[in-house]
């Protein structure tokens, strides 16, 4: 329960302005792969096991013996923004904005745009950087929160590469509802607590369109994205570990339709 496609490219919208975007990327699942098989808690990691009569434990990290099934499916999600004061403050300007992100979450933030650095100021284009705050919709029992900074660099006057980086304090997921100890009981409640730390980092480019037909998109984004650990619906993660299973990575794309405001 995390979203995946960050689109921060630095830049606070103006007041007034606002943008509808649509991204898609491809999500996975870990399954345990042998039938009768179930995810327990050993040795501080979430595992396999394959058999409780014999104690058979099958790791993620054990790629020979093949134990999880990772599947990918689709995730669509669709974002708004809005601009809402160009001077708050310290900050150059404030906007908000939710992302649903499916199968993920619902998530809200607010932005707070940063004055430049010297060094960000040589050329005809400026740097343009932010930091923002957010919420998202989590179980029954917590939710989660986070804080983003975002940076872009503007190439041309249609082109932008940008990076963003996120610390998540996850709220408790799915799997942890359904884990069971090493005697097969379940430790699971949904009032139970079970949340974590979870890094975020995109990478990305986005393109402006010089559209001539009012319902062609305005930008279009194509960013690639890094989780730490790797979070698969179902929650199956190896805390602690620098194995490359732990690592999410996904190429997302996206177009944007901007409204109020200069394009």
Request: charged residues 20%.
């Amino acid at each position: 329960m995390a979203t995946t496609h960050h689109l921060n490219t630095g830049r606070i919208l103006k007041p007034g302005e606002y943008h509808s975007t649509y991204a898609f990327s491809y999500s996975k699942r870990a399954i345990c792969r042998y039938s009768g098989s179930s995810l327990i808690e050993k040795d501080g990691a979430k595992i396999c096991q394959l058999d409780p009569s014999d104690s058979i434990y099958i790791y993620p990290e054990d790629s020979a013996l093949e134990a999880f099934k990772v599947e990918k499916i689709p995730s669509l999600s669709t974002q708004w923004r809005l601009g809402l004061w160009e001077k708050w403050g310290p900050f150059t300007g404030v906007d908000m904005g939710y992302s649903l992100e499916i199968p993920s979450t619902w998530e809200f933030d607010f932005r707070f745009g940063l004055k430049p650095f010297e060094f960000m100021k040589t050329g005809s284009l400026p740097w343009h950087h932010n930091f923002g705050l957010g919420w998202g919709i989590g179980l029954w029992a917590d939710n989660t929160w986070y804080a983003e900074y975002g940076l872009g660099i503007p190439l041309l006057s249609n082109l932008c590469i940008y990076g963003n980086y996120r610390l998540n304090y996850l709220a408790t997921q799915f799997a942890d509802i359904e884990l069971k100890d090493q005697e097969g009981n379940n430790q699971g409640s949904i009032f139970n607590h079970a949340k974590r730390i979870l890094h975020q980092m995109n990478f990305g480019i986005e393109g402006v369109w010089e559209k001539n037909f009012f319902l062609f998109p305005d930008r279009w984004h194509i960013n690639y994205h890094l989780g730490y650990p790797v979070l698969l619906l179902d929650g199956t993660s190896v805390p602690g570990t620098g194995e490359p299973f732990l690592m999410d990575h996904r190429l997302n794309f996206a177009i944007q339709w901007m409204y109020g405001g200069k394009k």
